[in-house]
């Protein structure tokens, strides 16, 4: 439990009871929860001029199933939750689609990189079931050597409706919302926080008081949380550009698949390989592939999507759809995942999210390195970071 000065207290004359640092859609989904709770006062601060601008709106719009993780992970427990609590919702007005997909070998190797994922689904309790032959051929262009996974939970949705649902019920509640408004320094004294924060409209400087802070910044959350923490405690900023392109084809997309198609991953990879996805609409689309970046400043990060990365691209979808063309794709869009490790070091093993209070620093909880799954988790994370609190 967060030691936390309620609102009502006499010693507490913060403007905020929390202030939630990114309007991402984990940094929404957190704001709209806390602004719930009796008593608080909760503003979200965001540098850009709208919500979900950054890593939340360059992404596969994936509903993951959680079946990659380790069981005991919070990757895990919080993708699992946050499926969980997104396809049981009723009446709203986010648009999904749960269609399923297929994770698909090519070789023995490979297959038995499926029995491996099985049996950690059947540990995690995610359904996942081996496709016959017989289902497999009903889709032609999707070339099947050894084996299919297919994962039934596994869906798309929309991350701009979905940031929408939590910006409106964050409103609704009366919660503040700062946009073009970025975080320049930090400090902590007497029990509160005082944030320094610069207007990007106005260029004018102020300060904000919060008793609590959550830094949800996303690609600048490790930045944001050297403003407070000593230099032995700093984090590295450690990013992954990934690469989209999109498809034309004269074939409509049921002729080619219905459920999303993932390549095995290969050893000590850190992603899950060039797979295929589509849209709401029913527009396909492949990547994102994996290009580390060499810096460390996310304001430097260019969005272009890499051309030259396309040949590459080609190949890998070769694998499982040996009929596409390259002149049937385009460099379409990038996103950017916040990496908790740099390269060399991710390499080594599983890297969990990072979502823990600061020693030290009551009340301050640093969301690092959420990257995926972390759209489909971002309901369960805001879940478990108000029980830090209350």
Not at 103 to 123: F, H, I, M, R, S
Not at 246 to 256: D, E, F, L, R, V
Not at 341 to 360: L, P, T
Request: hydrophobic share 35%; net charge negative; aromatic share 10%.
């Amino acid at each position: 439990m967060i030691r936390r000065c309620l609102s009502t207290s006499a010693t507490c004359h913060a403007d905020f009871s929390h202030a939630v640092i990114g309007a991402g859609i984990v940094g929404l989904a957190i704001g709209a929860e806390l602004q719930q709770v009796p008593g608080n006062r909760v503003i979200i601060i965001d540098r850009n001029s709208a919500v979900g601008h950054e890593t939340t709106s360059r992404n596969s719009e994936v509903i993951h199933a959680g079946i990659y993780y380790p069981k005991d992970s919070l990757k895990a427990k919080l993708c699992i939750e946050g499926k969980q609590k997104i396809y049981s919702q009723q009446n709203w007005r986010v648009p999904l689609r749960q269609c399923g997909k297929w994770v698909v070998a090519q070789d023995e190797g490979e297959a038995q990189y499926l029995d491996k994922l099985y049996t950690n689904c059947v540990a995690l309790g995610v359904p996942v079931e081996f496709k016959s032959k017989r289902e497999v051929q009903k889709y032609p262009h999707i070339h099947v050597g050894a084996a299919v996974l297919e994962s039934p939970t596994t869906g798309i949705i929309s991350a701009h409706d979905y940031c929408t649902f939590f910006e409106q019920q964050f409103s609704n509640n009366e919660g503040t919302l700062g946009l073009n408004a970025t975080v320049t320094d930090i400090e902590y004294s007497q029990n509160e926080y005082s944030l320094e924060v610069h207007d990007e409209v106005e260029g004018a400087d102020f300060t904000i008081t919060a008793e609590n802070v959550v830094n949800s910044g996303g690609l600048h959350a490790a930045s944001i949380a050297n403003m407070l923490l000593p230099p032995e405690r700093h984090f590295g900023s450690y990013f992954a550009k990934g690469n989209y392109f999109s498809y034309t084809s004269s074939q409509p997309m049921g002729k080619i698949t219905d459920h999303l198609i993932y390549p095995c991953p290969k050893p000590n990879a850190v992603s899950l390989g060039t797979h295929l996805t589509f849209d709401l609409g029913g527009q396909i689309r492949f990547g994102p592939d994996l290009e580390w970046l060499h810096t460390a400043d996310a304001n430097a990060i260019d969005y272009t999507p890499s051309a030259a990365n396309l040949d590459a691209a080609v190949d890998a979808i070769r694998t499982y759809f040996p009929s596409i063309q390259k002149s049937e794709l385009a460099p379409a869009y990038s996103g950017v995942r916040p990496k908790l490790k740099s390269q060399h070091d991710s390499r080594q093993g599983f890297v969990d999210f990072y979502i823990k209070e600061e020693e030290g620093f009551p009340g301050f909880v640093n969301l690092i390195g959420i990257e995926s799954p972390g759209l489909t988790s971002a309901w369960a994370i805001a879940d478990y970071v108000k029980a830090m609190y209350h």
